[in-house]
């Protein structure tokens, strides 16, 4: 029983090398490019895994651009709008019936431009 075990270690970290990739290499599982499939906002390059439907598959896509439609980010990983791309805040409905209904989407806005139009 004690040489199974290192075994079966030994054979599931084999099988798992190639989809581990290193930072810049694509993998099967994480660093997934824009349109590949994924379960989960974190195994994209972009970091939106996004679903167009209740019943569709969900893919990789880029962030939101300034004045485009995102979602706040959640606990889920899986977006129908994607979040909003680095340095810009979504100006949306963050209550939790919103999140629930799936409903809470908003504007990409740069908070810079908020505090100087205030």
Do not use: W
Not at 91 to 101: Q, R
């Amino acid at each position: 029983m004690a040489k199974v075990l290192p075994a079966c270690l030994f054979l599931a970290l084999l099988l798992l090398a190639p989809a581990l990739a290193t930072e810049n290499e694509r993998g099967l599982i994480i660093n997934l490019e824009a349109g590949e499939l994924c379960l989960q906002s974190i195994q994209c390059k972009s970091g939106c895994c996004h679903r167009t439907s209740g019943l569709s598959l969900a893919r990789c896509a880029p962030k939101a651009a300034e004045f485009h439609e995102c979602s706040p980010t959640n606990i889920y990983g899986v977006y129908y709008k994607c979040p909003c791309e680095s340095g810009l805040t979504c100006d949306a409905d963050k209550s939790i019936v919103g999140s629930i209904t799936n409903t809470n989407f908003g504007i990409c806005r740069d908070p810079q431009d908020l505090y100087r139009r205030r």
